[in-house]
């Protein structure tokens, strides 16, 4: 089985910074495309960034230049760097694969408020 433990998330004003960290244990993830998520209360998840096995990246528009995403395989981490956040970034992000996805860790809290 598949787990996901997500950390590093925390309240951060305005164009403050944070990086979150994903250990992944049940599964190599040197196999797969790896992705961090996000959700708010009443929307959607969304894909914030992914990274395939080669390390391409890929961003939502809103978190280009700002959010960078790295991985570890010998390691089964995935990180994601985040800079210059905006109240809007607040959400409980959560690590998984880009498809066909495996059941969700619990996620860490990001707040971005003053």
């Known amino acids: 089985q598949v787990q996901f433990v997500e950390s590093g998330g925390g309240k951060v004003q305005p164009g403050g910074s944070l990086k979150l960290s994903c250990g992944v244990s049940?599964?190599?993830?040197?196999?797969?495309?790896m992705a961090w998520y996000r959700e708010v209360p009443g929307k959607q998840r969304e894909l914030v960034a992914s990274?395939?096995?080669?390390?391409?990246?890929i961003y939502r528009d809103s978190a280009k230049g700002r959010f960078t995403i790295s991985r570890d395989n010998a390691a089964n981490m995935v990180w994601l760097q985040m800079t210059n956040l905006k109240p809007e970034d607040t959400a409980v992000y959560y690590c998984?694969?880009?498809?066909?996805?495996?059941?969700w860790g619990q996620g860490t809290q990001v707040t971005v408020s003053s």
């Open positions: 049940g599964a190599m993830i040197r196999l797969y495309a």
């Open positions: 990274i395939g096995t080669f390390g391409d990246t």
């Open positions: 998984n694969k880009r498809k066909d996805l495996w059941s």
